[in-house]
């Protein structure tokens, strides 16, 4: 038995693709910046490996060798055919540690994340080279925690190939789905079942023709210990056919290793009170402050100024899955008979960009865009618009909603995944709710929601109430940390 288990102090190794502040692409990369530091806020020892990429700034954050020399074996019948890496270390002024997987040819001289001929190959020697670092540091991870599919070949590679390996046979792994989406380099679109692969094959070597349609996302759910989806309802989501990309089948069979922990935000970051890019900062007892960053924010996109219009605000990518053609469908009628006004940020599809450019000109005053990406707009927008639309087909999480709320600006949402966790329905008979819901995913459904919205929007002093029930909401990652120690913990003892 691990001696370590029985410790109220836990090691906890966190492998991914992409980790912010050194190289983020997108949501993930948040994620392993904030989890693994409110972790580490409750005294247990959470470190992280990830590629080293070229884009890494290595002046800014300097790193020092740990250990050299990993030969990670390229050939099953050759084992002369090595890939050489090292593991470099960084040590960040609070004392955290990253590491980084050092390879000239597949990630140091690599500028991006993702998107190479190769990323099977790359993501694979991530997760060989990982297991050899921990064969061979005196620092042992008690739980490893892989996310997403470029290191669902971890697990796999602990239950097979290692299962009788001394250094690693009592290290448990935790697998995180944050996108289901994503399961390979193959288009799952076009393997046949045949083709399919089950997962339950030996991995084949680097340069294997078969190695492109490894699904290493089947293979962290097949073999790790826990799967984590980013809500509770995503999990019951994903069961189904509709939305478990075809794994609903292997889910199903893991099921009772199956858990849902909705992500936080940075709270000190998306904070009203402090934020340095608002006209007003304000508190949710200063709320009445919020005004003065509408008029701004109306003036910024080129809208009538005035205060007391019910402003609209929708920041994301522009496309299907987040339901930008309910809002297509519905915001004409809507404009033609109610008084409202629209900002929209965001880029994405062609067909979306087109459509809401033209609907500027049409409604002059009223609706402003900007189809561009920004890292401070958002927050802008949250502070000045009274509702925040994230009409989503379906969503895995969701961030927008939980920063929405904290600025006061009342998320109007579709009841799916984390939408469905983190947003209630607004109820002024018992003062309860923190938003607007409609659950099917029709132009009808949403247009009577943003209708509810507007009407609501009146009564001034129940409509302040629902701000500040909606500020008062929280969303931190020490919520998420608790609940992630807790199954760490729980997998050790099992």
Not at 170 to 196: M, P, S, W, Y
Not at 347 to 352: A, D, S
Request: charged content about 25%; glycine content about 6%.
């Amino acid at each position: 038995m691990n001696n370590r288990s029985t410790k109220k102090t836990l090691n906890i190794l966190f492998v991914a693709a992409e980790a912010a502040p050194f190289a983020k692409v997108g949501g993930l990369g948040e994620v392993m910046n904030a989890l693994p530091t409110a972790m580490r806020k409750m005294h247990h020892d959470v470190r992280l490996l990830m590629p080293k990429y070229a884009s890494i700034d290595i002046q800014k954050y300097p790193m020092e060798l740990e250990i050299g020399n990993i030969r990670v074996a390229t050939e099953q019948e050759d084992p002369q055919g090595l890939l050489v890496s090292n593991i470099v270390k960084h040590t960040a002024r609070d004392k955290s540690v990253t590491y980084f997987l050092e390879n000239m040819e597949y990630f140091e001289k690599r500028a991006n994340v993702y998107g190479y001929i190769d990323d099977t190959a790359r993501w694979l020697l991530l997760s060989r080279a990982s297991i050899e670092f921990i064969k061979r540091s005196s620092w042992k991870p008690d739980v490893i925690i892989a996310s997403d599919w470029e290191t669902g070949f971890i697990p796999n590679l602990i239950k097979t190939e290692h299962k009788d390996d001394i250094e690693l046979r009592h290290i448990k792994t935790i697998f995180c789905i944050h996108n289901l989406r994503n399961q390979g380099t193959f288009d799952a679109t076009f393997v046949t079942e045949i083709e399919a692969d089950s997962g339950q094959s030996i991995l084949p070597p680097f340069f294997s023709p078969t190695i492109k349609k490894l699904n290493g996302m089947r293979r962290g759910i097949l073999f790790a210990d826990a799967i984590v989806t980013v809500s509770p309802t995503y999990v019951k989501e994903i069961l189904s056919p509709q939305y478990g990309e075809h794994l609903e089948g292997v889910l199903k069979e893991r099921r009772d290793h199956l858990f849902g922990i909705l992500n936080g935000i940075n709270t000190k970051l998306f904070n009203p009170s402090t934020d340095p890019l608002l006209k007003t900062r304000y508190s949710v007892r200063e709320i009445s402050q919020r005004k003065s960053n509408k008029t701004a924010i109306q003036s910024r996109f080129g809208l009538e100024e005035n205060p007391d219009a019910m402003l609209f605000g929708y920041v994301g990518r522009l496309d299907e899955q987040k339901g930008l053609s309910l809002i297509q469908e519905t915001i004409k009628p809507l404009l033609n008979n109610l008084n409202f006004q629209l900002v929209l940020m965001g880029t994405g599809e062609r067909v979306f960009k087109k459509f809401f450019k033209e609907l500027v000109g049409q409604y002059p005053g009223r609706v402003g865009v900007h189809l561009e990406y920004s890292d401070t707009l958002p927050r802008m927008i949250f502070a000045g618009a009274d509702v925040t639309l994230i009409p989503s087909r379906f969503e895995p999480c969701g961030l927008v909603q939980m920063e929405a709320m904290r600025y006061g600006s009342i998320p109007l949402v579709r009841k799916t995944g984390g939408l469905a966790d983190s947003v209630s329905e607004y109820q002024p008979d018992n003062d309860s709710g923190t938003g607007f819901v409609f659950e099917e995913y029709n132009q009808y459904a949403f247009l009577i929601a943003m209708v509810r919205a507007y009407e609501s929007y009146r009564n001034k002093r129940e409509w302040d109430k629902l701000i500040k029930r909606a500020m008062k909401k929280s969303f931190s990652w020490e919520s998420s940390a608790e609940k992630y120690i807790e199954l760490c913990m729980n997998v050790i003892k099992k």
